[in-house]
């Protein structure tokens, strides 16, 4: 996949190269200046000005800090590497348990993750990213509930998936 990143942002980078020199210097922005033009500019639609203002209200403020989050995340798949097997080589409900929530936050990280990506506010509007993330959130809610009460009040995860392993398939009869 980085490869494909390279290849294709190659002829951007040359095209870039290419470009005098001046250009490519930014300039300091007087945001009172700036802020005047916006309220003051007839936004006609395909100026500038409009284009300018859109991207601005647009962009999203970025909150928290989720720079701890990348390796937590990397930290909880390295440790379903372990988890899962031992879950249905030694089925317990504290194993249980411990599978139940690290799957559930290791989906619920991902699907997060898509809807951020590609329900955009920009292209959705503001509330239908707020409502599928509303969605993921409750979807992960309730399916991290459930797997703990089977685990606390049924067979459990680690047990139902050592049942269904030994189920022998069904002999035909033949003639």
């Not at 209200?57 to 390295?78: C, N, Q, T, Y």
């Not at 699907?111 to 409750?138: H, M, N, Q, W």
């Amino acid at each position: 996949m980085a490869l494909s990143l390279i290849f294709k942002n190659s002829a951007r980078t040359q095209v870039l190269s290419k470009l005098p020199a001046n250009l490519l210097k930014v300039k300091p922005v007087n945001t009172r200046v700036f802020s005047q033009l916006l309220n003051n500019a007839n936004t006609t639609k395909g100026s500038l000005v409009s284009v300018v203002s859109k991207n601005v209200i647009a962009k999203r403020v970025m909150s928290g800090d989720h720079s701890k989050l990348w390796p937590i995340e990397k930290g909880v798949a390295i440790a379903l590497l372990g988890v899962v097997p031992a879950t249905f080589l030694m089925p317990n409900v504290i194993l249980d348990d411990v599978f139940a929530v690290m799957v559930v936050m290791h989906a619920h990280w991902g699907f997060e993750a898509c809807a951020v990506d590609y329900i955009r506010p920009i292209i959705f509007g503001a509330a239908i990213p707020k409502i599928s993330l509303g969605i993921i959130y409750v979807i992960s809610a309730l399916t991290l509930g459930g797997l703990i009460y089977y685990n606390h009040h049924s067979a459990g995860i680690g047990k139902t998936i050592r049942r269904i392993w030994e189920l022998e398939p069904k002999q035909t009869a033949k003639n």
